[in-house]
């Protein structure tokens, strides 16, 4: 079994700051890319950054320069600092994680997608 559990979501105003955190627990052999997506009301899901187990990270373009998405594999943890936060910023965040939870998922090069529960981000103008 295979959690990934947010944190760090909240209200703040036009132009502050945030920093979300996604941990993963559980049965994990290892994680692939882990990311974060963001649902505004109204609107389809969309992809906010993402991270390979490489290292080489991915930004929306509408991100690009006020967030920074980071990872601490020991921890099985993925953050994103938010700053210079806008109203369209507002939205339900999740976290996503392609995690391999056996050796023989590994060899094959396969691993599931699993996502957290969702964190509200408000900003307030």
């Known amino acids: 079994q295979v959690q990934l559990v947010e944190s760090g979501g909240g209200l703040v105003q036009a132009g502050g700051s945030l920093r979300l955190s996604c941990a993963a627990s559980g049965s994990i052999f290892s994680i692939n890319a882990m990311g974060w997506y963001r649902q505004a009301p109204g609107k389809q899901r969309e992809l906010v950054a993402a991270e390979t187990s490489g290292g080489s990270t991915n930004y929306a373009d509408s991100v690009k320069g006020r967030f920074t998405i980071s990872r601490d594999n020991a921890k099985n943890t993925v953050y994103l600092q938010m700053s210079s936060l806008k109203p369209e910023d507002t939205a339900v965040y999740y976290c996503?994680?392609?995690?391999?939870?056996?050796?023989?998922?590994?060899?094959?090069?396969?691993?599931?997608?699993?996502w957290g529960q969702g964190t509200q981000v408000t900003v307030s103008s």
């Open positions: 996503n994680a392609g995690i391999v939870t056996t050796k023989r998922q590994a060899i094959e090069g396969l691993g599931d997608d699993y």
